[in-house]
């Protein structure tokens, strides 16, 4: 048994408990869109990732498809979108019970926050940005327009879509 103190113990790990491990590169939310496409989109807008009752959401009416309804949180109020439809893909998030949604935050004078519902959060990915390929040929052509890049993980390209595309195409859609 060791002579030592639980409080030594602690303070002797303290070093390594605050050090970083992170991986190098950019972080980036991975994400399933829809049942045959998983894809990225970065964490510099992230603001947070929730999982919703269908209930927390208010339907608006007279609003596109895409258009899923109203919600709060952290006393703010903002409208949710099925991400996949509004890329113009198959949705099944046609009244699921939950939601899956992403917030993010536009970087304007006055910020706005946006909920992208997907199917499902994976989790967190870092990439360099060399691993990011510039090219599409890879990735469905309806969503072409809305990444900056594709990445090869597992013998699977995972697009990276971009949040102002998304953006420029919520604003043509309101």
């Known amino acids: 048994m060791s002579n030592q103190s639980v409080?030594?113990?602690?303070?002797?790990n303290l070093p390594e408990l605050f050090k970083s491990n992170l991986?190098?590169?950019?972080?980036?939310?991975?994400?399933q869109l829809t049942s045959d496409i998983t894809a990225l989109l970065s964490t510099d807008r992230v603001e947070e990732s929730l999982i919703v009752k269908a209930e927390q959401i208010t339907t608006l009416p007279s609003m596109p498809k895409s258009a899923i309804g109203m919600m709060a949180s952290r006393d703010r109020v903002f409208c949710v979108f099925d991400l996949a439809q509004l890329l113009t893909l198959?949705?099944?998030?046609?009244?699921?019970r939950q939601y899956q949604i992403i917030v993010l935050q536009t970087t304007d004078q006055t910020p706005i926050q946006v909920g992208l519902a997907v199917n499902s959060v994976q989790g967190i990915m870092r990439l360099a940005t060399k691993q990011i390929s510039s090219s599409t040929d890879a990735?469905?052509?309806?969503?072409?327009?809305y990444i900056s890049g594709a990445v090869n993980v597992e013998q699977t390209t995972i697009p990276v879509l971009e949040f102002?595309?998304?953006?420029?195409?919520?604003?043509?859609?309101l």
Do not use: C, D, H, M
């Open 90 to 96: 198959p949705s099944k998030l046609i009244t699921p």
């Open 23 to 31: 991986a190098p590169g950019n972080a980036y939310i991975k994400f």
């Open 7 to 12: 409080a030594a113990k602690v303070q002797a």
């Open 164 to 173: 102002e595309r998304i953006l420029q195409a919520l604003e043509t859609l």
């Open 139 to 145: 990735v469905s052509p309806q969503i072409a327009p």
